[in-house]
């Protein structure tokens, strides 16, 4: 998918109060590593594809997943991953990993989250 109109700039991307994109169609992997940098991780073809299936959640239950959710979703998504919060917290380098996971992810903040 080559799309020379793709956003790569975070400083032209609006983001709201809490880091998150206004607009979560506009995503790409490319503003999803600018949003992981204020986390210090590179991300790799498991956080792509961790944050993919993150997506996928919202777009079938339309809302972002909270943590028990999100991470019954990844098992039953990536059973290959071997999926749990401590994982997560490893790989995005947070505590609050369904709060960066979904801002990770293009996605709004949870409704539960602090």
């Known amino acids: 998918m080559n799309n020379d109109n793709m ?26 590593q600018q949003l992981a940098n204020t986390l210090d991780v590179v991300l790799e073809t498991e956080h792509l594809q ?20 999100l991470i019954k979703w990844l098992q039953k998504t990536l059973p290959t991953h071997d999926i749990s919060n401590q994982k997560l917290q490893q790989l995005f380098n947070t505590g609050l990993v369904a709060r960066h996971v979904n801002r990770l992810a293009g996605l709004p903040k949870p409704p539960n989250c602090l």
């Open 7 to 32: 956003i790569h700039d975070l400083s032209t991307v609006a983001l709201d109060q809490d880091g998150h994109l206004c607009d979560h169609s506009i995503w790409t992997p490319a503003i999803a």
């Open 50 to 69: 961790i944050l993919q299936q993150v997506r996928a959640f919202f777009d079938k239950f339309n809302h972002a997943p909270a943590t028990r959710p």
